[in-house]
């Protein structure tokens, strides 16, 4: 607990004071708010909020889609469930830089997609350094490393719904889109809920896949907050890098909230 | 489900087990295969068969690299595994105990505190200049306390939904028969607390095992590396030699996917406890 309280609840109070100041770790200078102005100013840091947010977004969502699809129906008993379980929760064993380096791999220009997709007749795409597809290449990878995650949580949340339930409702006539709106999804939202915290704060906080696989690059098209703060803090604009750690912290705060609680009252309306 | 799977549902089976072939066993090919490639056939990029199998050359090139760094590295990230996960399951389990039986306001506050330090992004600098006032900074200690604190929330959070289901009759026993505070807690809690112990430790080893952002922040001043920097720094060396790059990635993968293959039931349940709880 005081290691808690040290390293971790101390340093969290503290940036918020820091965020406000210019700063080299001994001597700390009183500016208000200039370090935020100048943050949101930034081109390259306005475009990492910019693309954190996207980032977040579309990750979660996807995700949540995805993996829905995928638990409903492996949950719906099928043979080759455990199967599928075990292979799509595999890349979270993997460390992100070697996720980062597989798909680097798979996406430079003479690889194996782009060899893929040329044999099928379209043109090759610069992935990684093309500053159209350069986020959405993360984005792939980011999904591909943390479905399975999702899937896992969702299975765990259908599995705990009685069957009886589904099958009282398809006997009196109910089809399976109806079972799954009007009962599994009600029943699951706590599991939803779950997922969408755990994405939305590991999309916004993602750093380590983005920094290896494109480094925020080309030129800031990738960028992200968690990129843009490695760099001011290898710069040593501390104060400048803690504003956005700052930034950070208000936005998880200021989209975990309002979900969870939008969340908990569908929850209680339903039930 | 009462009526028997129709066609399309099987059709739809066997597609996605199709899926998983392109998704992930493809991946998973394509990299042990470059693997096995010497550095001008690894540049091809391509799915063939390697032209001559040189997998152990690569290893041997890997393991020599930099005066063996590659073994520096296990060394070190196997050491800030055990020992992180030590206090981490130590500190949490104490802290989970003493909260789920004493009703406070400390214990009300401290619980506040656990479940925003589950949402709250850790702020990097303010603890990089934390570890530089308790002067361990750059070293394996600072970087093992920044790993446990940052797994500390959730750990709790776990142990604290596990207690709340021990009867609290087995502490009621155990003081009127004369056990003190701390024996109850070392002799009698804690083995009530194995299964939960396991899903900590699997779980929480894997992350600070792969950690990547922790190390960098808190040990880029100083040569001692964990694994995952190891790949990182090779990475900016030899950009695109994937021959070597691959095996080393293989390397430091290994462990956890040996653990993953004996284990995987273990890791799928405690992942799912952990979620549902936290």
Redesign the interface.
Known sequence: ?L??????????F??FY?SMTIWN?KDATFIGLDNFITFFTMTNTRTALINTAVFALVTCLVKLVLGLA?AV?VC?????GN????????????????VA??FR??L?P???VN?FLTAMGFDAIHWLTDKHYALASCMIADI?KGIG?VT??L???ICAIPKSYT?AA??DGASPWNIFRKITLPLLM??IN??L??CL?GG??S??LI??LTGGGPGYSSEVL?TA??KL??RGS?GL??AG??I??IA??LI?FPVNSFIAKREAEIS | MIKKRSFTSKLLEILLVAMTLFTHWLILYFVIITACKNTEDAAGLTLSFPKEFSFLENLKYIFQYQHSALLRAFKNSLLITLISIFFLVLAASATAVIMQRRKGWLSRFSNKLIVAGLIVPASVIPTYWMLNILHVANTLAGLCLVEVATMFPFAVMLYKGYISSLPTEIDEAAVIDGCGSLSLYVRILFPLLKPITATVIILRSVLIYNDFENPQYYMSGSSTQTVQLFVYSLKSAWTTDYGHLFTAAIVVSLPLVLLYIFLNRQILEGMTAGSVKG
């Open positions: 607990m290691i808690y309280v040290v390293v971790f609840i101390i340093p969290t503290a940036s820091f770790l995928l129906y719906s008993g099928i043979r080759s199967y599928l379980k075990i292979v799509i929760f595999f890349p979270y064993l993997l460390g992100n830089v070697v380096l597989a791999a798979l430079e003479a690889g194996v060899q591909w995650t896992i949580i299975i765990a949340g099958e398809a006997i706590p599991s779950t997922v915290t755990l704060i916004l906080r750093y380590d920094q290896a968690g703060v490695y803090f290898a501390y890098a803690t750690n700052v950070l912290f998880v705060a975990v």
